[in-house]
């Protein structure tokens, strides 16, 4: 079907999209989750990662324990205070399973870019 037809003149329509894993239950990994764990790396902390990103640590904690519990292995290791405070690091796992998001995302960014020439070009 050609779409072309039925939009305003304009070469600023594009076809975008977003790129989501969820399980039966509950969402597993999209961006924001990518986000969460990309920040928990840096900083070493859920609290700082989800202070980054204005979200609360309850939802933040929400999401590492969505994670965890649907991935085979823990993706995020947490450690609880101490002398020198608690903290979080990312499994090797998670650091493969961000690369492999990002490969995927790749994929689709090429996708939509197609799919924005064929509307454009009104195929």
């Known amino acids: 079907m050609n779409i072309q037809k039925y939009l ?73 205070g101490g002398e020198q405070g608690g903290g979080a690091q990312l499994s090797e796992t998670a650091q493969t399973l961000i690369q492999t998001y990002r490969e995927l995302r790749q994929r689709f960014e090429a996708f939509l870019q197609q799919e924005t020439r064929n509307l454009l070009r009104g195929e």
């Open 8 to 80: 305003k003149e304009s070469s600023s329509y594009r076809v975008s999209g977003m790129i989501r894993i969820v399980g039966p239950d509950e969402p597993f990994l999209g961006p924001g989750r990518i986000e969460l764990m990309e920040r928990i790396a840096a900083t070493g902390s859920i609290n700082k990662a989800a202070k980054e990103m204005g979200m609360s640590y309850k939802k933040a904690w929400l999401m590492v324990q969505s994670l965890n519990r649907q991935a085979e292995t823990p993706l995020i290791v947490t450690q609880t």
